[in-house]
């Protein structure tokens, strides 16, 4: 099948990849002249693992194109998805101009019957805006599909070759065939593709990753009532995840939810519930709540340090909002890094991958090449990422670096009594702090 993908940022780069390792002739489409050269020279601009592999290998074997001219890349495409970016307005609602603008030069472009397929997380009743955007200059048949993306980030790759689920919004016969051939080599296991009506669709990702985030968010506030009363949430997570009725993921108690999705997504389904009338209690306290536990561990080392942090200098492990990513966007250590610059610290930092993408947002910071490096001849270390290298540092080296052994740990990487023992004072989320003179 011949494929065009409109934007080629994370969710349009890693749908035209991994459609064109199932054998699809994809060419991806971008205003960006600059990144649209830097793919075709083979440089991917976003760090997703695996992603590189299955580009190298289509771009080669030439299923996998890139160009800035949206007539030529859609010409003769049954499938035109629509992987444009929705930033929140101010008031909190998804920005519509890009999918809009893109969709009205489409009316003007197509030549032969397509479908096209909203990828983008988008608001109840933007299929039906994109309709009338490209019927106005339409002179042959199409259809508009509503067809949210499950990405995780970090393993996005796999979970599009191996989807869960796929959720499909139509209500043409013509348009969900094309979406069934497209998507047969994906779900050969039997995991089932959901069709439903286009409104439906779009509320069901919404959905999602408000439930997903309020999960979240219910953890926090019972590490938070934890802290009260002596209880340990990593104990609780195991005693309610084991309910099959709960389940294991998304109960880690930690700093709060930040990222692309959970963030933005949240918002514009309480702008949707402000837009229809209806008192969202629930969401409301999840977005509050997660503001505040950004900031947990803020008190604590401002007390630590009898509230004054003026030329001490914090050595920070993790920028971005999540392991195996370069993404920083709502990222918790961020807010604290500012925070901790207002109050006149220095702070030291180290990332695998996000140090580039935090270096404009914040060129106070010195960043280092290495873990150890951000801790020499630091006051305090602050955790806000749970990559996998910093959950077995060597202990003797931290000890020595540091200033003072101290921790405050927002993704509960360490046991308490195993800190104890190792002489560090240790802050975490909804367990004992562990206290040494």
Known sequence: MKIAVVGTGYVGLVTGTCFSETGNQVTCIDVNEEKVRQLQNGKIPIYEPGLDVLFNRNTEEGRLKFTTDLASGIEGAEAIFLALPTPPDEDGSADLKY?????????????????????????????EKVREAIARNAKVDFDVVSNPEFLREGVAVE???????????????????????????????????????????????????AFLAMKITFMNEIANLCEKTGANVDMIRKGIGTDSRIGKRFLFAGIGYGGSCFPKDVQALAKTSVDYSYDFQLLNAVMKVNREQKKKLLKPLFDYFNGDLKDRTIAVWGLAFKPYTDDIREAPALENIRELLDAGARVTAYDPEAMGNTKSLLPDVTYCHTAYAALDDADALMIFTEWPQFRTPDFDKVSALLKNKVIFDGRNLYEPEQMRELGFTYYSIGRETVEVS
């Open 159 to 209: 979970d599009f070759m191996k989807p869960d689920r796929v959720v499909i919004g139509t209500r043409s016969e013509k348009a969900k065939k094309v979406m069934e051939r497209l998507y047969a080599p994906l779900v050969r296991q039997g995991n089932p593709i959901i069709f439903m009506d286009e409104r439906s669709a779009e509320m069901t990702k919404y959905a999602a990753n």
């Open 99 to 127: 999918i809009l603008q893109v969709a009205d030069q489409l009316g003007h472009l197509l030549t032969t019957y397509a479908v096209v397929i909203d990828k983008s997380t988008v608001p109840v009743g933007t299929a």
